[in-house]
DNA sequence: TCCTAACTGGTAATCATTACAAATTAAAAA
DNA sequence: TTTTTAATTTGTAATGATTACCAGTTAGGA
């Protein structure tokens, strides 16, 4: 626990029960999980926390960088506490979203046709693994 | 005109007026718009137009894969005249999507870890050339 | 020309996310 | 340690894109 307080104290935000729970919640699970899959998994353990809190507690640890936020899936936004760049695969039969280790030589760009990134993102859609075994 | 009467004749689907005018707006708007830019942008040459009509089209139209589906920006579904794989910039400022023609070498991958592939999706996020010159 | 399944359009419902405001609390200052 | 206050949490209400539904219309084959 005391890792995740050492990572928020690092980017200034305030150390609540909240956060801490949230944050080690992600580095525990990284099925990349959207905001209502975590607010019904913390909900038992934390009756008090609250929807809202999920949400502006994502989006504050979005903003310093700590996890990062997936654009994937045509429903909900999805959390990785992985934040270095790496792909991913998004199956359209389960809906589980699945890392995969490639490598893309776009990956240390700094821009394209002038255009400054920031981010890069790579994934893929189809039917996986599991799901393809009926 | 022919050319859209042509394409949608090949996938087996009605030819409407509706579907005529919204594949050919794609056609002709290459910026990808989403469902309700197309539905304002023809809505006053076509007061009758309904909005989930547009839904409903856009939706019948990717379903034969003649265009493409981008779910890039967090807020809404964009569209694509261009199916060929490739990849996009997302503008974090004023929002546009732009072309970008990168050589990726997943493009045709069939499948990765087991998991079979039937979409491949690489976007870059941050400032556009346009706005960083303010 | 007739028939019918497919399509259109209007309205209501859904659902993820955001806005808001009152109550609470982390942590800096005294 | 106590005080102070800005940041945070929470519950509820609003928003906005998308979907559900259904009555009326139409494309296109018989
Ligand atoms: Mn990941
Ligand atoms: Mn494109
Ligand atoms: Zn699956
Ligand atoms: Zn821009």
């Known amino acids: 626990m005391e890792k995740y307080v050492h990572i928020l104290k690092g980017k200034g935000l305030k150390i609540t029960p909240q956060r801490l729970t949230i944050l080690k919640y992600l580095d525990e699970n990284r099925t990349h999980p959207d905001a209502d899959i975590i607010y019904n998994d913390l909900k038992s353990m934390n009756p008090s926390l609250s929807r809202t809190t999920v949400y502006n507690t994502l ?3 979005r903003n310093i960088k700590i996890i990062q936020e997936l654009t994937i899936s045509k429903t909900e936004t999805r959390y990785d506490y992985h934040t270095d760049p790496h792909h991913h695969f998004l199956c359209m039969k389960c809906g589980s979203i699945i890392d995969v280790d490639i490598k893309c030589p776009h ?5 394209v046709d002038g255009h400054r990134i920031e981010e890069i993102h790579g994934y893929f859609k189809g039917i996986c693994k599991i799901c393809s075994n009926e």
């Open 59 to 61: 989006d504050a640890m």
């Open 107 to 111: 990956q240390d760009s700094k821009e």
